[in-house]
């Protein structure tokens, strides 16, 4: 951001292992409660996991994928007496309907759990980007939703604080963030809310990518000091409704028509919100982005062989090169751009 490191691509990790590195969602790593939203259990039916869980925790015994979860509750039905003074009552009609649930997540993205498990902390180094493909994945919402919700709670809750740091040490982008929400339980919405109100003080910053503000709880978007809002056209009455709750969101002067605003907007220009130094919401202002230097474009088969796994933040191989993925980020090393008149820079937390 600052010319003196040019951003590369670190690693390309895909859960099916098709395009890029595999790395796949460990459904014990994950926890009840978000297995529970990749499943959109009901609430007796995750109490039925939770014990699942907690009993194969206490013995030792590994939950990685879809299947090892089956065979773990099919066992906790048989002994389910002897658990009941320990654990809590199970009953053989929850753990079926638990089954059931699995069903479609087996068939549609059951080759996404299971080992060698995703990492959340192994991350590339400064001036690097992990891309998590997650395409196939986000055909199944609840597993997509599930895996954003459980990398972020992660990295609020295993991240050291740092305090009010200048600029975040990582950031983290998660597009069409609104499967995160949609048809999550209060106990995941309460777990993202602290995470967005709180993770800043890890030096974290998160982007949420969506069509509209409206797709995202009232307690998530509060969080959310920095907006960028791109052109929405609307005909219908929905439509217009969430290019009000957009326009609604964007600080602004008493008179000013951010919904004829927004609409108006063309290609490559935004309305943006930044904060202060002191941390209060600026006024919204119309600026037109800039492309930057790097050529932006989707990795072809060929390129994502080139994957050799995400590289710690120790011992980071200063002589990597991606060239071959993106042919213009030598010319950027070499000349870094300049800032050009009337571009916006973007500061703050989230």
């Known amino acids: 951001p600052d010319g003196e490191t040019v951003p590369r691509i670190g690693s390309v990790v895909c859960p099916y292992g098709q395009r890029g590195t595999r790395r796949r969602l460990h459904v014990g790593a994950m926890g009840g409660d978000l297995v529970a939203r990749a499943l959109e259990l009901s609430e007796a039916q995750t109490g039925a996991l939770n014990i699942g869980l907690a009993y194969s925790e206490d013995n030792g015994v590994e939950v990685a994928s879809l299947a090892d979860l089956r065979a773990v509750l099919a066992h906790v039905v048989e002994i389910r007496e002897s658990l ?3 654990y809590g009552l199970v009953t053989p009609s929850s753990v079926a309907a638990v089954q059931r649930a699995m069903l479609p997540l087996e068939r549609a993205a059951g080759e996404a759990f299971g080992g060698p498990a995703f990492d959340p902390f192994d991350h590339t180094g400064v001036g690097e980007v992990t891309v998590i493909n997650c395409g ?7 597993a997509y939703g599930a895996l954003c919700a ?8 295993n991240s050291p604080e740092v305090g009010n740091v200048p600029r975040p040490r990582l950031a983290v982008l998660i597009d069409e963030s609104h499967l995160i929400f949609d048809g999550a339980t209060p106990a995941v919405v309460r777990r993202m809310e602290q995470a967005a109100r709180l993770i800043r003080s890890r030096g974290i910053m998160l982007i949420f990518a969506t069509q509209s503000p409206a797709d995202l709880p009232d307690a998530i978007s509060a969080q959310l000091l920095t907006r960028i809002q791109h052109g929405l056209r609307g005909s219908t009455p929905r439509q217009m409704r969430g290019i009000r709750a957009a326009a609604e969101s964007m600080p602004a002067e008493p008179g000013r028509d951010m919904v004829a605003e ?19 919401p600026g006024i919204a202002r ?31 191989d200063a002589s990597i090169s991606l060239a071959r993925l ?7 090393q070499a000349a870094p751009r300049a800032q050009e008149p009337g571009e916006v820079q973007h500061r703050g937390s989230n």
């Open 84 to 86: 009941f003074s320990s």
């Open 326 to 332: 993106i042919p213009s980020i030598e010319a950027a």
């Open 286 to 316: 119309r600026a037109k982005m800039s492309p930057g230097t790097i050529r932006l474009r989707p990795l072809n088969d060929d390129e994502l062989q080139l994957d050799s796994g995400p590289i710690s933040l120790a011992g980071v």
């Open 136 to 142: 196939q994945l986000s055909e199944t919402q609840g």
């Open 150 to 157: 459980w990398i972020v709670d992660s990295l609020y809750r």
């Open 262 to 280: 927004i609409m108006g907007l063309g290609v490559g220009e935004a309305v943006c919100s930044v904060p202060d130094d002191g941390g209060a």
